[in-house]
C-alpha cells in the first residue's frame, strides 16, 4: 500500500509540472493538493507535504498558505525559520491570514469565497487543512520541547493559531509601522463592502451655449466593492438651470416654447483602480445613460387592454437623450467605508438624439463634483 500511494503522488506531481500549464491548472492543483494533504498533515509526512508545498508552488507562486505550512513544519523540526519567516512578513502574508481568519468567521464565507477564490488561494474558507495548522501551532505553543523558540516563531505561531491578539501584542513594540496594521487590515475589510455616494457640484457648458449656462448638479450613487481593480456604479444626476431660455419643442404636433429648469440623468459606469495606495483612490470611469430635459408636459394616452377594455394613462413628455460621460475621480478613506472625494467628468449629451427638439442645444459640457461615500 505504502508504494502503491507514493506512486500515485508522484504520478500526481509529474502531471501538475507539465510545461507551459503552470497558470492555467493553479486552481486544479491546489485542489487536488489540498484532498492529499488532509491525510499527510495528520500523519505528518513531512518529505510528501514538502513536495505538495513545491507542486503549489510551481503552478501557483509563493503564498500565504505554501509558506505558513513551510514555516509551521520548520519550527516543529527545529530549523532556522529566519528566511521563510522574512518573506512571509515582506509579504504582508501576516495581514493576509488576518484578514483569512475574519472571513472565515463570517456566517457568509462561503459566498465571501466563492467570489473571490485566487485571493485565497484557491483554499477554500474553513478547510479541513487551516484547522490541522491551527492544532499544530497551538500543540507547538504548549509543548514544553519548544520553549526556548525565539520571539518571531513564538509571535508567528499565535497568528497560526487564530490568536490574533496575542500576535498583535508581540509584534507591535517592535516597530512604528506594525501599530497600524489592525487599521490597514479593517480598511482592506471595508473595501469589501458596496458605499453609497452623495454628490454635489457645478455642471458647465464647454464652449458657447445659450441654453445651459453653469448650473448647481447633486445625485445619488451606488458602487461596488473597492477590493476589485474593476469598479461598478448606478448612479442617478440632476442639474437645476433656473432662468435658461426656452427651446423650441414639439408637443401634441404643435410647436411650443418651453422654459425648463432641470435635467435628470441615470446611468451605469465602469471604473478601474489606477491607484489604491495608503487612504487613497484614483478611478478613471466612464458612463453611459439615459438623460431628460424636464419640460413639465404629459399627456394622455388612450388604448385597450387584452381584453378590450379603454384604458387611459398619464405619459411625460419631456427631451429625451444619450448621456455619456468620461472622467476621474480622487477620493480618500475617512473611516470604515466612509470616503470624500473629488470627481471631474467631461459630458456628451447629444440633445438632437430627440427629434421634437427643435432649437439647437450644444451637447458638450464638464462637470466637477464633491461627494462622500459611505
Known amino acids: ?22 497558470q492555467n491548472n493553479c486552481e486544479q492543483i491546489s485542489t487536488l493538493s489540498l484532498e492529499k494533504l488532509i491525510s499527510l498533515l495528520k500523519k505528518n509526512d513531512v518529505p510528501n507535504i514538502l513536495t505538495i508545498m513545491n507542486t503549489i508552488e510551481a503552478n501557483c507562486g509563493e503564498n500565504e498558505f ?3 505550512t513551510r514555516l509551521i513544519y520548520q519550527v516543529i523540526n527545529k ?39 485566487k485571493s485565497f488561494n484557491f483554499v477554500p474558507l474553513r478547510h479541513p487543512t487551516d484547522s490541522l495548522l491551527k492544532i499544530k501551532a497551538s500543540a507547538i505553543l504548549n509543548s514544553p520541547s519548544y520553549s526556548t523558540i525565539n520571539n518571531n516563531d513564538v509571535a508567528i505561531l499565535h497568528l497560526f493559531a487564530d490568536d490574533i491578539d496575542a500576535y498583535l501584542n508581540i509584534m507591535q513594540p517592535k516597530s512604528a509601522p506594525d501599530k497600524k496594521m489592525k487599521e490597514r487590515i479593517e480598511n482592506e475589510q471595508h473595501k469589501e463592502k458596496n458605499t453609497f455616494g452623495v454628490h454635489a457640484g457645478s455642471f458647465m457648458p464647454i464652449g458657447e451655449n ?49 422654459a425648463s429648469n432641470s435635467s435628470h440623468v441615470v446611468a451605469v ?44 394613462f398619464m405619459q411625460l413628455r419631456n427631451v429625451q437623450t444619450l448621456h455619456s460621460s468620461l472622467g476621474i475621480a480622487l477620493m480618500r478613506h ?11 467628468n467631461v459630458h456628451l449629451v447629444p440633445y438632437t438624439w430627440d427629434g421634437r427638439l427643435h432649437s439647437t442645444i450644444p451637447s458638450k459640457y464638464a462637470s466637477l463634483e464633491f461627494f462622500v461615500r459611505f
Open 1 to 22: 500500500m505504502m508504494i502503491i500511494r507514493n506512486l500515485s503522488l508522484l504520478f500526481f506531481f509529474m502531471l501538475s509540472m507539465t510545461p507551459g500549464k503552470a
Open 66 to 68: 505554501t509558506l505558513r
Open 79 to 117: 530549523e532556522n525559520t529566519d528566511a521563510i519567516y522574512t518573506r512571509y512578513i515582506k509579504n504582508k502574508f501576516d495581514e493576509t491570514l488576518i484578514k483569512r481568519w475574519d472571513n472565515a468567521s463570517d456566517t457568509d464565507y462561503q459566498n465571501i469565497y466563492a467570489k473571490n477564490k
Open 210 to 258: 445659450i441654453y445651459f449656462k453653469n448650473s448647481f448638479t447633486g445625485g445619488l450613487s451606488y458602487m461596488s466593492p473597492f477590493i476589485n481593480d474593476f469598479v461598478f456604479d448606478v448612479h442617478y444626476k440632476f442639474r437645476i438651470h433656473s432662468n435658461a431660455p426656452a427651446f423650441d419643442f414639439m408637443y401634441k404636433d404643435e410647436l411650443r416654447e418651453v
Open 269 to 312: 459606469g465602469l471604473g478601474y483602480k489606477l491607484l489604491d495606495k495608503s487612504r487613497f483612490i484614483i478611478l478613471p470611469k466612464v458612463n453611459i445613460g439615459y438623460g431628460v430635459i424636464w419640460t413639465g408636459l404629459s399627456e394622455t394616452v388612450y388604448g385597450e387592454d387584452d381584453e378590450g377594455n379603454e384604458t387611459e
Open 334 to 344: 475617512i473611516k470604515n467605508k466612509t470616503y470624500i472625494g473629488v470627481e471631474s
